[in-house]
């Protein structure tokens, strides 16, 4: 398996977080924006990039992104590990030092 600092196929870099614009744009994230993904297993920070994903998905990288799915748990008639998971996305705000 080669994994590449920016994705040939689509020019994500390897902490993109793929999501529809309708997504972006509804809660007020831009391209570039931090955003960080919550699941009950775990976090991920990356950057938000606008790519053509059907709206109310995700896509990220693994294995950065790993830490979001729930050790063990299988897709119950493959009994492939589930490489999916249900997140919250936070936009994170910088916070300006005024000191």
Not at 20 to 37: H, K, N, Q, Y
């Amino acid at each position: 398996m080669v994994q590449r600092e920016i994705d040939p196929l689509n020019g994500a870099a390897r902490r993109d977080v793929l999501m529809s614009s309708e997504d972006a744009e509804s809660m007020g994230i831009s391209p570039g924006d931090r955003v960080r993904l919550r699941s009950e297993a775990g976090a991920f920070e990356g950057r938000a990039r606008i790519a053509p994903i059907h709206p109310g998905n995700l896509q990220v990288h693994w294995p950065e992104a790993g830490g979001l799915l729930i050790p063990g748990k299988l897709d119950p008639v493959s009994l492939e590990p589930d490489y999916n998971a249900t997140v919250v996305v936070e936009k994170i705000v910088e916070k300006i030092d005024a000191g």
